[in-house]
């Protein structure tokens, strides 16, 4: 039997299996816990546990907001017992497109400003994520094959053994035609915000969560490490705004399957309906006298006072 303490709380390892709840970290289960794999585990405990001895002494900013997740915000209140700041979403405060890793295709607008209202799935995995050629060619018949207008981020040199999209058949291009878009890097926000898009699927680092929630957008997640598989946790089982894209291999069918699910699908629909009462309870926390106003306006005094 192994025992882990892990934040005050004891971890029984021994037994269980990834697919097994984590004990008092609902709705995790140990294959959310953010570490690549249980080998892992021993370090990362170890880092968390040295994190947790070592008393804080200065304030903490949160990039998230209090109607997100109050109850993990007061535990670790009470853990640290240093002042709290939760002033998020961030990317609402500071200048738009001010953080732009790659040059951003702005002919996605254009082409997003032709297409019905939400009939849109936009696809982009962040930063880092990799893919090879099978994989780029199940993601393109996937998405072609459910038949719904899709903007694709395919970042340059992230199809292994490529520049970008010429592994693509040539054929491909003629059978979606107007009902693709694919970019080298979009500007998110942006199209987060177009009436056109009804669904994002990510790889759910947390600013592109907090951008889809703060646009009402439902997704579909494919985390690939770290944090993601948390965060996928939580849009799929606690604010319901997305589903889990569940099988490890990317197969076009099951692609079809999961993007008809979001856009078309009546269990779509209430994401979509769950992710605009989201959307309305982040923008409270924004406004005058919300949490995340309150808490900016509380950072401000404590800089001030210095
Ligand atoms: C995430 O968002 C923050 C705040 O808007 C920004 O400063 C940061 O550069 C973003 N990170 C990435 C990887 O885009």
Redesign the pocket.
């Known amino acids: 039997m192994e025992l882990w303490i892990l934040n005050g709380i004891i971890l029984w390892i021994a037994g269980s299996t990834l697919h097994d709840p984590v004990p008092e970290l609902h709705p995790l289960r140990f294959k959310d816990l953010p570490i690549s794999r249980l080998g892992d585990l021993e370090v990362f405990l170890q880092v968390l546990a040295n994190m947790y001895k070592k008393k804080f002494s200065s304030p903490i900013i949160w990039?998230t907001m209090d109607c997100l997740e109050q109850s993990s915000l007061t535990q670790q209140q009470q853990q640290f017992q240093v002042p709290f700041f939760p002033i998020g979403?961030?990317?609402k405060?500071?200048p738009p497109s001010?953080?732009?890793?790659l040059e951003e295709d702005g002919s996605c607008i254009t082409w997003l400003d032709k297409q019905s209202p939400k009939s849109v799935i936009y696809v982009s995995w962040?930063?880092l994520a990799c893919m090879d050629a099978k994989d780029l060619a199940e993601v393109a018949w996937g998405l072609a094959n459910s038949n719904q207008p899709f903007l694709w981020v395919v970042r340059p040199s992230s199809v292994r053994g490529s520049q970008w999209i010429e592994q693509l058949p040539e054929t491909y291009m003629d059978t979606v035609g107007e009902r693709c878009h694919i970019v080298k890097w979009a500007p998110q926000k942006e199209v987060l915000r177009h009436r056109a898009v009804g669904g994002f699927w990510s790889h759910c680092?947390?600013?592109s969560t907090?951008e889809s929630i703060s646009e009402g957008v439902p997704m579909i997640c494919r985390p690939y490490s770290g944090d993601q598989r948390v965060n996928t946790r939580y849009i799929s089982h606690v604010w319901k705004v997305g589903l889990e894209f569940e099988s490890d291999e990317l197969e076009r069918v099951e692609i079809e399957r999961a993007v008809r699910r979001l856009m078309v699908d009546g269990e779509g629909e209430e994401m979509r309906q769950k992710a605009m009462e989201l959307k309305e309870k982040v923008e409270i926390c924004r406004s005058e006298g919300g949490s995340s106003n309150r808490a900016l306006k509380e950072l401000v005094e404590y800089i001030s006072s210095f």
């Open positions: 990039n979403p961030l990317h405060l500071a001010s953080s732009s890793l962040g930063s680092g947390w600013n907090l």
